[in-house]
């Protein structure tokens, strides 16, 4: 059996479409050249086929390597959420029950933190929408909103227009009754919304404002992010935090007896306000100051293992009979490395929203410290680091699986910055040429794809037919490419999506699949 090692792109979405395409403008010799000469297609990374509720769904790199990783198609993120909405299991949940009646104890104050945007990535605002309603309707009487700003899954200074959409909705709610208002905010990459504890300080940056509304005042969240923008000129990923504050009190401040709803579904950036909230004394990542007593709950599960958040509103799919699991039954050992950005995604959500491992004994994984900084300064990462490691694996000849995530396409696209992203595909390309050789060398089977597209479209013309920066991930499908200098591994023609590549994995490495997975895409011998 030879060694397979995949490696995964991020970012890097397939399209022949030039405007604002980094994959074609970058100069990448190996990519070119693999698809040249190897057997490879274009699969689907978005939509239903990574279990989101439609195909004008983006994909994303949690539902992609939930998908790479399990060969199967789940019920994912937003499309969980609207079903449990929908039916109403929701409000018929232990969790919501239990918080109305904590609130409504009182007379105190549901707090509302989320992404304010439709996404489809980290939350939906009409998620809030539809709870901000039913809260009013079980008889709560207070609510403020923590709002997020995203400008990085929807256009890049489209916040105002979610604003309005919440304003519209508190407005027609609002009366004698009920009292609905947005308290705070600022941009996702500035507060709250970190991920793998790469930066607290955006952390403690969100709970300041949310939390003890402290900040820079403003009279409506309108006022705040016209102001931050022309102050600042930042798109709304990266505007400043704000409080909303009347007579120089802010109106949300937090108070023991409250409740407070993270609405984001995703889990990655999710983790560590939730971990603040739930956090006893001991919790020393960041100073609180002092912790109002409140019930805490997320939208999901954002951490089955490490059971975060301690309450939840809606279950995670349960995914299981993933490729770990596989080459765990067959004996095959593994390796997974990539940089801290993308580590949990490589063994995390690869293996089925996981955060142990199968076997201590059959796998091994690495994380390399990502720069705390912005990508688009170095937009070459630790792809070289990453590489390293590959090619160490590699020659240790114990693997029968490597896999490995290059962040580059990704992290820099969602920067904006076309000139760095070029760059940032050249870098990955420049490694593959490497790992390329190693496989040559060691001859190992070696399979090329990504999660979801990103770099292969930063520009598009808005409804004017202006042309602007986005930040958002594309639709397009992204490659799967094999290559194994002594034999073609030819693919059938079909409509394939990133669960088949586990089951094409199983096939190349000679081990019978799950009946759960979807088919291999190899022709048969």
Known sequence: MKTVVLVVMDGVGETKEELGNMVLRANTPTLDGLKETCPWQCIQAHGVAVGLPSDDDMGNSEVGHNALGCGQIYSQGAKLVNESI???????????????????????ALHFIGLLSDGNVHSNISHLLAMLEEAKKEGIHKVRIHT???????????????VDKLEETLTKLNDDSFDGRIASGGGRMCITMDRYQANWAMVKAGWDVHVHGEGRQFANATEAIST?????????????????????KPIGAMEDGDGVILFNFRGDRALEISMAFDGDPSFDKFDRGVVPKVYYAGMLEYDGDLKIPHHYLVNPPQIKNTLTELLVQNGIKEYAVSETQKYGHVTYFWNGNRSGKVSEELEDYCEIPSDVRSFDECPWMKATEITDKVIEAIRNGKYGFIRCNFPNGDMVGHTGNMDATEIAVESVDLQLARIKKICDEENCILIVTADHGNSDQMLEKNKKGNVEVRTAHSLNPVPFIIYDKEARHEMKEGHYGLANVAPTVAELMGIAPYDTWEESMLIKD
């Open 86 to 108: 929908e039916s109403g299991a929701v409000y018929r949940s232990d969790t919501w029950k239990e918080l109305i009646t904590h609130v409504k104890s009182g007379d105190k």
């Open 228 to 248: 931050l923008r022309n102050e600042t000129g930042a798109i709304d990923q990266d505007l400043p935090a704000f409080v909303i504050a009347e007579d120089g």
């Open 148 to 162: 997020l700003l995203d400008g990085r899954d929807v256009p890049a200074t489209s916040a105002l227009e979610y």
